[in-house]
């Protein structure tokens, strides 16, 4: 018994299926549609705090750096909360981190909601975080940043209004997106 496939050739002579072939045209045109310019923010996960000014972060790191407000300002910043046993939190952080290395504009800040300073410091060693790492031991800035699931994410413009926000649905992708977009309207 064969199987019939609706296939084409591809430029090597291979075949080709209609569906890899439509895939490999949609990433060909947003990629297109990115170098023109056409960068769109990508969907926003509902927040109380979107396109407000976000909380205040002035707070002690895991490593002993100090996290001010100030020093932030004027830069694009991402805080990402997370927690060592959130599988999703796994697709999002280890991205941003790679992003704060190489986006000069960028600023990232990671608040861990472990129970344990042990377990989120076992963490930040784990993705081999280098931005700084607040454990918020008593939860006060999951309730200021009004987060619910984890991961979330919040894209503040250099004036410190939250621009995008980021769920447990999004990945690092996606603020990638966001970010993109957040440069094309600030041009």
């Known amino acids: 018994m064969s199987r019939r496939t609706d296939a084409r050739r591809g430029v090597d002579g291979s075949q080709v299926s209609w569906r890899r072939a439509a895939r490999r ?62 599988v999703p939190c796994a697709r999002m952080v280890p991205g941003l981190e790679l992003l704060s290395r190489t986006e000069a504009d960028l600023a990232a800040v990671g608040v861990a909601e472990d129970a344990s300073e042990e377990d989120a410091k076992a963490q930040v060693a784990s993705w081999q975080l280098s931005f700084p790492v607040i454990h918020d031991k008593t939860r006060a800035l999951q309730q200021s940043f009004s987060v619910g699931d984890l991961p979330t994410t919040f894209l503040t413009d250099e004036g410190g209004v939250v621009r995008w926000v980021g769920g447990s649905g999004h990945n690092d992708g996606d603020l990638k997106a966001a970010l993109a977009a957040l440069r094309e309207r600030t041009r």
């Open 25 to 86: 045209g949609a990433g060909l045109l947003l990629a297109a549609l990115a170098a023109c310019g056409g960068s769109e923010m990508p969907s926003s996960a509902p927040s109380a705090i979107a396109d407000k000014a976000h909380p205040s972060l002035d707070a002690e790191a895991l490593d002993g750096r100090q996290v001010r407000d100030l020093r932030l300002r004027g830069k694009l910043l991402v805080v990402t909360f997370f927690a060592k046993d959130c």
